[in-house]
């Protein structure tokens, strides 16, 4: 079992800079392949970054390539998105998970999930 928690959201402008963190409890949590999803008001959620169990495999979807980072600190049991440029449609309530496999899955379908933090961007 793994717990999940988010922080870091808030309110910036248009072309700021945010860093989430995401907790996790659990001794498995290194084994585990790790993402970052969002969902905005009236919207599905979606995927918007993956990262694998040891964090040599990274994935983002296409309109966050080049302005997010995720990445991972097995020693901490900590993972990050770095969030840079952000825009207005960034604006979305950010969830960390977990899933109980070493690669990173392109989809909502994961096991654990954190309480959400929330990204307002304005402009």
């Known amino acids: 079992q793994v717990q999940l928690v988010e922080s870091g959201g808030g309110l910036v402008q248009t072309g700021d800079s945010l860093r989430l963190s995401c907790a996790a409890s659990?001794?498995?949590?290194?084994?585990?392949?790790m993402g970052w999803l969002r969902q905005a008001p009236g919207k599905e959620r979606e995927f918007v970054a993956g990262?694998?169990?040891?964090?040599?495999?990274?994935y983002y979807t296409d309109s966050v390539r080049g302005r997010f980072t995720i990445s991972r600190d097995n020693a901490k049991n900590m993972v990050y998105l770095q969030m840079n440029s952000l825009k207005p449609e960034d604006t979305a309530v950010y969830y960390c998970?977990?899933?109980?496999?070493?690669?990173?899955?392109?989809?909502?379908?994961?096991?654990?999930w954190g309480q959400g933090t929330q990204v307002t961007v304005s402009s």
């Open positions: 659990g001794r498995t949590f290194p084994l585990y392949a």
């Open positions: 990262i694998s169990w040891n964090g040599d495999t990274t």
């Open positions: 998970a977990g899933r109980t496999s070493r690669t990173i899955l392109v989809g909502t379908g994961y096991d654990y």
